[in-house]
């Protein structure tokens, strides 16, 4: 997950609660001030006396040559670097992103913010903000939270639903209201990836849960933020995950509970350009995958040709993490 950290540099009590109230994940402090910030709230504390120590974890950079490009990269190997407004902007940051990792860039608004993290398409790790007026920061903070990944989904032929017995399958439930075309990536594979539809449809039987996706069972990959993934069995409370709509635009989302209940399992089989695909789900009228319109529909409604959005990928995964590697998964 991208970082975003508010300096609050000299010290300004108002630009810190707004850190803290608009959900900015740590905040840069004088020496010193740890314990007003404590008084607010709980923060990961950047400081000479902080959670992460300016000169041990963290330094600032400026970059005015070529030279200065080596050096950070050096620094990255152990520490977070802070990439300061110099004489040029985007070609270095360019330059340090397709060799390194660690690389934060401080900014004054939203745009600038918007830059960093779509440079190369992939962007920095954070970014830190650094403005005097509150009511800015907490603009920006919510502005750069609120902005996801998209995602490329595609329509799936439906081929089958096969009965498959009892297994333990996973609800996750999150600490967010999806809506109606909201869901999460889930598949068998991690190259065929179905969007399983929330919990957020009326039924005359049960109470809608629109926090909640009836995910699959434990082996299943579940797609995060920046490209990972997750077994539904490693999900934790507290865990990001990732609710994407069936435009493929996203938003991160946090593990409240995780339910693991044995249940009676489903086999749904689609096709994709010819290629077969699959995933394993609780056979229950409730589970709904998405259709390219954005609507939900239940397994117990599912035909053959019947359209669903999935999210496809070409590379192989290894411990969540995508690889260029030779992988076949069935």
């Not at 603009?139 to 329509?155: N, S, Y």
């Amino acid at each position: 997950m991208k970082k975003i950290w508010v300096k609050a540099v000299p010290w300004n009590k108002d630009v810190a609660l707004a850190a803290l109230e608009s959900g900015a994940d740590a905040l840069w402090i004088p020496a010193g001030m740890g314990s007003e910030v404590k008084k607010m709230g709980v923060i990961p504390v950047i400081a000479e006396d902080g959670d992460f120590m300016l000169g041990r974890d963290v330094v600032d950079k400026v970059i005015r040559e070529k030279k200065d490009e080596d050096e950070v990269v050096n620094l990255t190997l152990s520490k977070k670097v802070i990439i300061k407004d110099g004489d040029w902007k985007i070609i270095p940051l360019e330059n340090l992103l397709s060799r390194t990792k660690n690389i934060y860039v401080e900014i004054d608004e939203l745009q600038g913010g918007r830059t960093a993290l779509s440079i190369l398409e992939k962007g920095v790790d954070g970014v830190v903000i650094n403005n005097p007026d509150a009511n800015a920061v907490r603009h920006i903070v919510q502005a750069l939270k609120a902005r996801g990944e998209t995602f490329e989904l595609v329509p799936a032929r439906m081929k089958r639903i096969m009965p498959l017995g009892l297994g333990d399958r996973v609800c996750v439930d999150t600490c967010s209201s999806m809506i109606l075309g909201e869901g999460m990536l889930v598949g068998n594979s991690s190259q065929a990836l179905f969007l399983i539809h929330s919990e957020s449809v009326e039924n005359p039987f049960v109470n809608t849960r629109p926090f909640r996706v009836n995910a699959g069972p434990l082996h299943a990959y579940i797609l995060l933020a920046e490209g990972q993934t997750k077994y539904l069995s490693e999900l934790r409370s507290g865990d990001p995950v990732l609710i994407v709509n069936f435009e493929g635009k996203s938003y991160p989302a946090v593990v409240g509970r995780v339910k693991i209940e044995r249940r009676p399992l489903v086999l749904v089989e689609a096709e994709e350009r010819g290629e077969p695909i699959s995933v394993i789900l609780q056979n229950a009228e409730t589970v709904r995958l998405t259709q390219p319109c954005g609507k939900a529909i239940s397994l117990v409604d599912l035909k053959e040709g019947d359209e669903v959005l999935v999210y496809r990928e070409k590379a192989g995964r290894h411990f969540g993490v995508q690889i260029d590697e030779t992988i076949v998964e069935r």
